[in-house]
């Protein structure tokens, strides 16, 4: 996984990510550069350290941040909008919806904190 070339408003980790992460205030109706060559406008305020999406996610479906699957839309999202729990449903385990939902299934469990010898 690889760093993706953002604007110094977003940061966005991988291509399958439908959400980037405000490095500053957003203000609606701001565009900013997403990734080199395509921009999103700034639909709601989205305060530095939140979630803005990236395209639209429809009501049900997966919410990626960081190539993880971080929950699902409780409702329709659009691109730009600002993501949180009054739109999202945070959840631990969720398989992908693709037709290799094996893969999704070892990427939650390998995404399972564990502890060290030490306990830390």
């Known amino acids: 996984m690889t760093s993706l070339p953002t604007s110094h408003a977003l940061h966005l980790l991988d291509h399958t990510d439908t959400v980037a ?5 957003l203000a609606a109706g ?10 999103l406008t700034v639909l709601d305020d989205v305060p530095r350290g939140h979630k803005v999406a990236l395209a639209d ?20 999202i659009r691109a730009g909008e600002h993501v949180h729990s009054h739109n999202l449903a945070f959840s631990d385990h969720v398989l992908d919806e693709s037709a290799d939902s094996a893969v999704g ?3 939650a469990r390998s995404s399972t904190p564990t502890a060290s010898p030490r306990g830390r």
């Open 105 to 107: 299934a070892t990427r």
């Open 21 to 25: 992460v405000a490095v500053r205030d």
């Open 30 to 39: 701001e565009t900013i550069e997403t990734t080199p060559g395509h921009t």
């Open 57 to 76: 996610v429809a009501v049900g479906r997966q919410v990626r941040k960081y190539a993880h699957v971080i929950g699902r839309a409780t409702q329709d």
